[in-house]
């Protein structure tokens, strides 16, 4: 048996790295924010700096921002027409 370390702190996001972590998907904030199972109003926190994203949110921004490619087509499927 061996033993695997992973590297898995969160990154410490500014306004401009959530706005970025957004942008990547190409989502609305109300998109972004039902998306990630969080408020409108806290997603405006994280872009305008009243509120950093928490540990495990920051840590499903550094997946998007990792492979944001799995998280469009994720989005798309979820997408229902209006």
Known sequence: MRTIKLSLQPTKYTPEDAVAARNLLGASQVV????????V????????????????AARFLDE????PEVYKKRLLELATPA
Do not use: C, D, Y
């Open 32 to 39: 972004f924010a039902e998306f990630l199972g969080v408020s």
């Open 41 to 56: 109003k806290t997603v405006q926190a994280w872009e305008q700096g009243t509120n950093p994203p928490s540990g495990m």
């Open 64 to 67: 998007i921002r990792h492979n």
